[in-house]
């Protein structure tokens, strides 16, 4: 456990930015290739936190992953809503989009693997 990180009712408290980091490890591991935006101040407001690309043969071939990023008790913003509504509205089954929490984690393994 990191210094950074910390307790609360016994469970560890992770930051967005360690999960962020966590998730894109887990997803190299897994040969996904990761795209995220280093600074988003110039950036438009609430579109997700990575975006993941995998090749494989798969059903449906190449997976193509928008993902939103929350603490267990961060909240998505409109904007946030917005972007994932949008990006769930694709037709078909052309892109994933997922809002995941930390508590998520066994279910974030799966998906990547």
Known sequence: ???ATKLKAGKPVVSEKQFQEAVIQLA????WRVYF???????PAGFPDLCLIRRGKYPRGTRLAFIELKTDTGKLT???REWIDDLR???GFFIEVYVWRFSDFAVI???LK
Do not use: D, F, G, Y
């Open 1 to 3: 456990m990191t210094r």
């Open 28 to 31: 190299k591991l897994h040969k």
């Open 37 to 43: 935006t280093w600074n988003s101040i110039h950036s």
């Open 78 to 80: 409109e904007a946030q």
């Open 89 to 91: 509205s694709v037709p």
């Open 109 to 111: 393994e799966k998906i």
